[in-house]
T-cell receptor, first 110, second 116 residues
């Protein structure tokens, strides 16, 4: 099993709808989880960090963490065309290196 | 968030020359920085971990003599691509731990290297 897994997409969502991005991880002792957004030709940008089970909201973004299921998700409400990007799930390993998923390409349909 | 800068943002060089890329943490001190490479439409690939005051740790398959890393201060790490060849053309990105939260890494804007 890969350490961090994401559906590569593309995930197409109509403008104004909720985009739901999912990620699973293999290391049960992981304590911190990150979502990065990467536009084409640009470097990744940290958009959400989550450390505790449950939901964390920041503007239109909500991160959800379920450590028992080893699952972390990102919801984007009121999706905008500018949200079209690749979203990377990231989890630090025991050596403090960040392990990235391969990313999910999100396309918001105007 | 913490700010990481890179210079240059893009560079074109002739095959056989060496290119140096700088990565700076602007508003925090970074004892550890990371260097990644990303080819078009592919995932980020960690090349090496740069530790201030000590030798870098390279990932398997990355030639340490070709990709020289120097982390001489708490705010600066450099990556030198020696004797560059066209297959080294890629997007090179550095990142650093801010130290403010649990292992949050902030990325520089990246350097696009084209070797002719």
């Amino acid at each position: 099993q890969k350490e961090v897994e994401q559906n590569s997409g593309p995930l197409s969502v109509p403008e104004g709808a909720i985009a739901s991005l999912n990620c699973t991880y293999s290391d049960r002792v992981s304590q911190s989880f990150f979502w990065y957004r990467q536009y084409s030709g640009k470097s990744p940008e940290l958009i959400m960090s989550i450390y505790s089970n449950g939901d964390k909201e920041d503007g239109r973004f909500t991160a959800q963490l379920n450590k028992a299921s080893q699952y972390v998700s990102l919801l984007i409400r009121d999706s905008q065309p500018s949200d079209s990007a690749t979203y990377l799930c990231a989890v630090p390993n025991r050596d403090d290196k960040i392990i990235f998923g391969k990313g999910t390409r999100l396309h918001i349909l105007p | 968030g913490a700010v990481v800068s890179q210079h240059p943002s893009w560079v074109i060089c002739k095959s056989g020359t060496s290119v140096k890329i700088e990565c700076r943490s602007l508003d925090f001190q970074a004892t550890t920085m990371f260097w990644y490479r990303q080819f078009p439409k592919q995932s980020l690939m960690l090349m090496a971990t740069s530790n201030e005051g000590s030798k870098a740790t390279y990932e398997q398959g990355v030639e340490k003599d070709k990709f020289l890393i120097n982390h001489a201060s708490l705010t600066l790490s450099t990556l030198t691509v020696t004797s560059a060849h066209p297959e080294d053309s890629s997007f090179y990105i550095c990142s650093a731990f801010s130290g403010r939260s649990y292992n949050e890494q902030f990325f520089g804007p990246g350097t696009r290297l084209t070797v002719l």
